[in-house]
């Protein structure tokens, strides 16, 4: 990984001429977590495809830049809530796609070490098929750690969980995403309060930022300023939503 | 555990076929009884086993050449757009045209022989093959793409590490389509004109009132069609598999 730069997204972005969202200035400061909490259809998804310089079918007028001034998608690592595996693949060749789609050689010393850290080593030869949801969402996430890229946006990638897997695997992202830049767009707001330094709540209105609880990232579930935090982002979203 | 209603549905056909001829009491020249058949089949069996030979041949020919034909064209539409706008509508259109309408024609092109009959199967399966791994090809979960786009993949990578494995359960039922096809094809290129072959034997023990023959020909025929598309589908269970 080379040097971790912010970003900056700035504009605003239409559908059919109709307004998606108003225009936002969303800062991700370097190597650390930025929330985006919001309800379905805010535009939230919207925003991090754009950055990740996916397809979205709206119009975007605006400017998404690196303070460093390099270029941004090449930059970026994606992860969603669909884990996205190939279910004719074994977990290592799901784990080096990347490699694979660019005719380059695995980095097999990597693959092991990550696959160790996610705790897969003992599943290395099996089938998507054959894991749990969980340990499917930890495939994914070591695949987006071998792409080693300093930007990972991550797309509600733990909302198909269960309550105890999502606390685990938030734990687990946290420890190895460490030092890189995070967008993670989320619809709960017990999980921006528990992983975000920085966490906005996106509304039809526009972008409001919260002070994040003062505990490190990650903070414990029955933190009591991260429970009130959370409170705080649940009344937020329902009062913009009347 | 399969084998046993198979066996059952199919005493239960002879019994009812058997019972339409007793009742009727069809001269044999019309309606010939099972047992009649199966005589007619075990006295004939070394001319049907040769004629069963040369269909087989088309077949299995036109099979091989179809499933390539159709793989080559839909990888070649589903990649390229200029393919798509000069191919697609020629396909549909021959699509439409009643392939037993081709069959003069091939054979006063490719001559009463084997390759005809191959050209019959290769035109019927060509469309199913193609039609159903092209739409394969083209509905790869939007997901994958997006994933391999942000890892800076190249269009041929994704073609062949997502695009064609995702596709590949809708190629198996293509073929298995044109597994239950390709004997029609050979069989209607044999009605045509043919000195080989078991549309060919039909034909000739129908004309000659061999009616009992002529069962026996087709009996034969129904056979080799169900193995060969129960063969067909064992062999792209692989691919067809999990989703």
Request: hydrophobic share 50%; glycine share 8%; charged share 20%.
């Amino acid at each position: 990984m080379t040097d971790t730069p912010g970003l900056l997204f700035q504009g605003d972005a239409s559908i059919d001429e109709k307004p998606l969202f108003a225009r936002i200035r969303l800062e991700m400061p370097p190597g650390r977590w930025t929330c985006l909490l919001g309800g379905s259809g805010v535009g939230k998804s919207t925003i991090l495809r754009l950055i990740a310089g996916l397809d979205t079918g709206a119009e975007f007028s605006g400017t998404i830049r690196a303070d460093d001034d390099g270029p941004v998608t090449p930059r970026v690592g994606y992860m969603a809530q669909d884990d996205l595996l190939l279910p004719w693949a074994t977990v290592s060749q799901n784990v080096v796609l990347g490699a694979r789609l660019r005719g380059e050689r695995p980095d097999k010393p990597r693959l092991d070490r990550l696959l160790h850290r996610t705790g897969l080593t003992d599943h290395a030869g099996k089938k998507p098929a054959e894991l749990s949801g969980g340990q499917r969402q930890r495939v994914a996430l070591a695949r987006t750690l071998m792409e080693d890229k300093p930007v990972v946006l991550l797309d509600e990638p733990f909302s198909a969980l269960d309550a105890r897997t999502r606390a685990d695997m938030q734990d687990l992202a946290v420890e190895l995403l460490a030092g890189r830049t995070v967008l993670l767009v989320t619809h709960e707001p017990a999980e921006a309060a528990r992983l975000g330094h920085a966490i906005h709540v996106m509304t039809p209105g526009g972008l409001n930022a919260i002070t994040p609880p003062t505990a490190p990232v990650p903070r414990d579930v029955d933190d009591e300023e991260t429970l009130r935090t959370q409170g705080a982002l649940l009344r937020q979203l329902r009062e913009k939503v009347a | 555990m399969k084998a046993l209603p198979a066996l059952a549905a199919t005493v239960f056909a002879l019994l009812i076929w058997q019972a339409v001829v007793s009742l009727t009491s069809l001269p044999r020249f019309i309606l010939p009884g099972p047992a009649l058949v199966a005589e007619t089949w075990w006295t004939n069996r070394a001319v049907i086993a040769e004629h069963t030979l040369a269909t087989a041949l088309e077949v299995l020919l036109g099979l091989a050449l179809g499933a390539a034909l159709g793989i080559v064209t839909a990888i070649q539409l589903a990649t390229s757009r200029i393919a798509r706008v000069l191919v697609q509508p020629m396909l549909v259109f021959t699509q439409a045209l009643p392939v037993f309408a081709l069959a003069p024609i091939l054979t006063l092109w490719l001559g009463y022989g084997l390759w005809s009959k191959v050209a019959m199967a290769v035109l019927i399966i060509y469309f199913p093959v193609t039609a159903s791994f092209f739409d394969g090809l083209m509905r790869t979960p939007r997901g994958y793409l997006d994933l391999a786009q942000t890892m800076q993949a190249s269009p041929r990578a994704v073609l062949w590490r997502i695009r064609v494995p995702a596709a590949l359960p809708s190629l198996a039922s293509g073929l298995r389509l044109a597994a239950v096809y390709a004997p029609i094809g050979a069989v209607i290129g044999e009605w045509v004109g043919a000195s080989r072959g078991l549309g060919y034997l039909m034909l000739l023990a129908n004309g000659r009132a061999k009616t009992d023959l002529m069962f026996a020909a087709m009996l034969t025929l129904g056979v080799f069609s169900v193995l060969l598309h129960l063969t067909v589908r064992r062999a792209t269970a692989g691919i067809a598999g999990e989703r």
